[in-house]
């Protein structure tokens, strides 16, 4: 028995999972494809997380116009979802008189674009700003409205809203062949599992060109574009109060220094073109390049603070977001070449393809019991010694500390083991334990065990992230 | 929440941990052990080789027993300890400090205390502190996650193995993992010489045939999902030889690249760290510089030899009984490194009394000399038939060396 | 092992020095040692040519592994956290060229709880006179 679907919507990264949320509001039956063993290990996993201000690119583009429309839904989300946000605001940092002209341009941008609280500012103000800067500054962009947010854990929170809200999430799914007949595609999995769907949103990310091919529709190539990162930890004493961005190149944005919400601060991305869409390696030259590029704005960072490094890779094609009907295969939403604004354009995304679907004459009945509502799981790092107590009075396991580093208590770790995160990178990417100073040296046997313990996994079938990365090789 | 009172609480049940509340009891002041473990010990109840206590019990034993005969006196001696809890912050409050820490049995717990002993031992440096390129594969261990795991949990890592770092935990674990059914393939070091004890690298190394590629640094762990292979890349004069790079196929890495001692909690605590040694600045009573903080063990500097550790807590705890009972140093003369010293722990000494200090070399020498200078006068001189960066080396400086000293007297420690 | 005639190198680890010792075999019960800076290294290469002997540590299995059923508060956390594992080691210097067949006989090894650091867990271990002791109390 193969099960159908009003919509099949293939990738749950940042996009997936928004539209796949804005679609739980009604009353159909969606699927969620994903190809790997978790939600967001794709583009969305690696990524600087920011929400943009919106001054970057002209309105004719739709990256940009979705970036505006996105960027103010991230209050609200805030507040029904649970995932950080901050709007610490970003600042474009100018080290040559030549570069205030390109400030200028991007502040005259930023105002068209409507873009609430801009402005243009001095040597004086920008050190005033962020005293962190370097003496070079001859002066910048100032955008409030822009902010930063923990990417995976936004995408986890929309995947938990949507599932909660009947969207069904299938992993391990990675498509293979889609068929069209009588009205529904018939996507075939590399596994033989088989589902129906009427309708199909291409929002593969790296993999859209492949998917879009499976169903016949435009031929295109995705260019993974690789993005190094440095991670510096939350006590280093170089931590700026906003986002810090150079003034931008014609191909990018440039290597930033961000405020991330957790506390640590991260520095680039680069920006190398690679052939291997899985290759997320690190190379030593980049990384070189990164903390030269992170001292011309803040002088004092210091290569002792890095406590890990990794990369991200964008999916290229085109400088816009391709997001429409396709034109050749029927039914079929093609949601691609999303790099930056995606993150921060993503809620918008969300809406702009339903309203495709509608277009496409799928019938919206609002449910009139969605609830937009996750709970909040408490976090024993997020609360007061009299508030973390309590909470451990009525649930002991709060009080047992498992990631020392991070602060993550047994109870996050048990609930993201039964929200389905039960590889050692799904548990470290939702609960943060394995992400502090130590990198997983003392807790990861604690993790290994609870989880074996949760799930009834034997030793072997623990992996870091699914398929073959097993941790442990035998049994004395 | 519930409040307790002590004297002192100790920060650690480990080696430095139990040592210094012993002697903190048996100067008649109240203590209590926090210990985030469900049983004190510390890192020597996974460290089953033998090589502990040579000094402090005369004996060869391995580091459970070694912990045992130390748990075995804290036991007799009915200290209290609080295990299977973690401190969340140190609040210095007038001349009270309150210490938060959580349990699942307890809940929070607000302890008041007047001195705080801070040891909490030293974390490894991993992948991520040295940035070896390459992909993210599984089959990644530092080298004391893999003890744990094979040691107490029962788990072999992988099956065939490269270690990086020839520091002796690294050495250690090519004899833990060979002699449970694994190949280990080659331990990498980056510099000339091996960091670990020449005898770990006969016992742990030479036995097992297993290569040392001195001069070598780990360019590349590649693997897709697990790991692969890494490739190795000889130094010349200084410069990396790409040319020369090679490929070893393994499913395993093991880092052993180091220790650091775990200092967010002091950090926290406004005490003030020394960036030689990432340790708290201490006196010559090894007091931080926030006043009844007291450090010692790997938390202080990083150990070799775990009889020093004990050697050393059991000092700090003493000075923290003087403390409380309101004894401090009249006078107290700076102590500088001087040539080949990486650096001296404390680096203060009180000049009415013995002082024991803790120093390391930058060098690898034999028939070396340790010699102390006041003003440019020599006042001591040691014969050291061996020196290595490794090996932790102690002088003791008292009442005869630095009477005649000045207000403002220089003392200098050279290796030459 | 090779006869007269055949050097072999050696580092002796009796001190930090560590002395490169060339050693050649001269009978059964003969050898010739240099490069030695006290008598201490000539007992070491002698011993270590003709009887080479090492500590042995290894863990043995638990016959009664924790019951893993608890999942909340105090029994969880002691059946999660409790070690799996006895450590062990011999009583003294091992055979080297026996330890392979040692340590086949302790991982087959089972040990019930509770035991006593110092406890013998195998007295005699094939045959040498050397008992392979507990390195813990476990309860």
């Keep these: 028995m193969v099960e159908s679907y009003d919509v099949a919507i293939i990738g749950a990264g940042v996009c997936g999972a928004n539209i796949a949320r804005r679609l739980s509001q009604y009353e159909l039956r969606v699927a969620l494809l994903e190809k790997e063993i978790d939600v967001s290990l794709g583009t969305s996993k690696a990524n600087s997380g920011i929400i943009h201000g919106g001054f970057h690119d002209n309105i004719k583009y739709l990256k940009a116009k979705l970036e505006l429309q996105g960027a103010m839904m991230f209050e609200r989300l805030h507040n029904e979802l649970d995932f950080p946000f901050e709007r610490c605001g970003i600042l474009v940092v100018a080290l040559h008189e030549d570069e205030m002209r390109a400030i200028e341009q991007l502040y005259l941008q930023g105002v068209e674009n409507g873009v609430i609280g801009i402005e243009m500012c001095s040597r004086e103000r920008m050190l005033e700003l962020e005293p962190k800067l370097s003496s070079d500054t001859v002066g910048g962009l100032y955008a409030p409205t822009g902010g930063i947010v923990e990417p995976y854990r936004f995408v986890f929170s929309l995947v938990e809203s949507a599932r909660k809200n009947g969207v069904e999430l299938i992993t391990q799914f990675n498509v293979a062949e889609a068929v069209s007949e009588n009205g529904f595609w018939t996507i075939k999995a590399e596994d033989g599992r088989l589902i129906r769907a009427r309708y199909v949103v291409n929002s593969a990310g790296l993999h859209a060109d492949e998917v879009s091919k499976a169903f016949g529709g435009e031929e295109f190539t995705i260019k993974p574009r690789k993005g190094e990162y440095y991670l510096l930890d939350k006590t280093t004493k170089s931590r700026p109060g906003k986002v810090l961005f150079p003034v931008p190149t014609a191909v990018s944005k440039g290597m930033l220094v961000v405020p991330t919400v957790e506390g640590t601060v991260l520095l680039g991305p680069t920006a190398t073109t690679v052939e291997d869409k899985e290759d997320f390696s690190t190379t030593r030259a980049e990384l070189d390049g990164i903390l030269k590029s992170a001292r011309s704005m803040v002088p004092s960072i210091s290569e002792t603070d890095v406590i890990t490094s990794f990369a991200g890779l964008r999916p290229v094609y085109g400088d816009d977001f391709f997001i429409d009907i396709s034109k050749k295969a029927v039914n079929l939403i093609q949601v691609a070449a999303i790099q930056s604004p995606g993150l921060t354009a993503s809620p918008a995304i969300g809406e702009y393809v339903k309203d495709l679907l509608k277009k496409l004459g799928l019938r919206l009945v609002e449910k009139a019991d969605w609830d937009p509502y996750v709970r909040k799981v408490p976090r024993a790092r997020d609360l007061s010694p009299f508030e973390l107590d309590e909470l451990v009075k009525k649930e002991p396991e709060y009080g047992e500390i498992v990631c020392r580093c991070e602060r993550v208590s047994e109870a996050e770790i048990v609930k993201a083991i039964r929200d389905g995160h039960t590889t050692l990178d799904g548990i470290k990417y939702v609960t943060r334990a394995q992400m502090g100073r130590c990198q997983g040296g003392f807790c990861t046997y604690k993790i290994i065990k609870i989880l074996m313990r949760e799930t009834g996994m034997s030793y072997e079938e623990v992996t870091k992230r699914g398929g073959d990365s097993v941790v442990l090789k035998g049994e004395l | ?416 | 092992m090779p006869h007269g005639g055949h050097m072999q190198e050696m580092i002796c680890i009796t001190c930090p020095i560590g002395c490169h010792l060339s050693i050649e075999k001269i009978s059964d019960e003969e050898i010739s040692v240099t490069g030695n800076k006290c008598q201490r290294g000539a007992q070491y290469a002698r011993e270590e040519l003709l009887s080479p002997k090492r500590v042995v540590t290894a863990t043995c299995r638990l016959k009664q592994l924790s019951n893993q059923t608890a999942t909340v508060g105090q029994a969880a956390a002691d059946s999660l956290y409790k070690p799996r594992r006895v450590p062990v080691r011999t009583a003294k210097a091992f055979p080297k060229e026996r330890i392979p067949e040692l340590l086949t006989l302790l991982y087959q090894h089972e040990v019930s709880l509770p035991v006593e650091r110092g406890q013998v867990i195998i007295p005699d271990a094939l045959g040498t006179g050397i008992d392979v002791i507990a390195e813990r109390t476990m309860a």
């Excluded at chain 2, 912990?67 to 295990?83: D, L, M, N």
């Excluded at chain 2, 010349?236 to 093991?254: H, M």
């Design chain 2, 1 to 416: 929440m519930k409040n307790f009172n002590f004297d002192a609480v100790v920060i650690g049940g480990g080696a430095a941990g139990m040592a210094s509340a012993l002697e903190l009891k048996k100067r008649g002041s109240s203590v209590v052990i926090i210990e985030r473990e469900e049983e004190l010990g510390g890192i020597l109840m996974q460290c089953i080789h033998n090589g502990f206590g040579l000094i402090e019990f005369n004996e060869e034993l391995s580091g459970p027993e070694f912990a045992q005969r130390v748990h075995e006196q804290v036991e007799a001696q009915t200290i209290p300890s609080f295990c299977g809890t973690t401190v969340l912050d140190i609040r210095p409050e007038g001349d009270r400090k309150i210490v938060y820490c959580v349990s699942s049995r307890e809940g929070v717990m607000q302890i008041q205390a007047r001195a705080i002993i801070l040891a909490m031992g030293c974390r490894e440096r991993n992948r991520g502190n040295i940035r070896i390129p390459g992909s993210r594969p599984s089959g990644v261990f530092t080298a004391g996650l893999a003890q744990r795991l094979v040691n107490i949990e029962g788990y072999i890592p992988g099956k065939d193995v490269v270690i990086i770092g020839s520091g002796d935990i690294g050495l250690i674990m090519a004899r833990r993992l060979s002699w449970v059914g694994c190949k280990v393939h080659a331990v990498v070091e980056i510099l000339p010489y091996p960091s670990g004890l020449t005898r770990n690298i006969v016992q742990c190394l030479n036995d097992f045939n297993i290569p040392l590629y001195l001069s070598h640094l780990t360019t590349e762990i590649y693997g897709k999902d697990r790991v692969e292979g890494v490739e190795i890349t000889p130094i010349q004069n200084g410069a990396l030889v790409y040319e020369k790079s090679f490929r070893i196929p393994c499913d395993t890495v093991l880092l052993s690249v180091g220790l650091v001692p775990e200092n967010e909690l002091s950090r926290n605590a406004g005490v003030e760290i020394n960036p030689a040694t990432n340790g708290p600045w201490v006196d010559s009573t090894l007091m931080t510089s926030v006043p009844g903080i007291f450090a010692c063990g790997n938390v202080l500097h990083v150990h070799d030899l775990v009889d020093y550790v004990v050697e050393e807590a059991r000092r700090a705890g003493s000075f923290a009984a003087d403390w409380l009972a309101g004894k401090h140093p009249v006078r107290e003369l700076r102590v500088k490194t001087g040539a080949n010293v990486r650096y001296i722990n404390p680096s203060r000494v009180d000049p009415s009394r013995q002082n024991k200090l803790y120093l390391r070399s930058l060098i690898v020498k034999n028939d070396s000399v340790l010699e102390v200078k006041v003003d440019n006068r020599v006042v001591k001189q040691l014969k050291k038939a061996h020196i290595q960066p490794s090996e932790m080396l102690t002088v003791s400086l008292g009442p005869d060396e630095l009477a005649q000293s000045g207000m403002d007297a220089q003392i200098e420690v050279s290796l030459l």
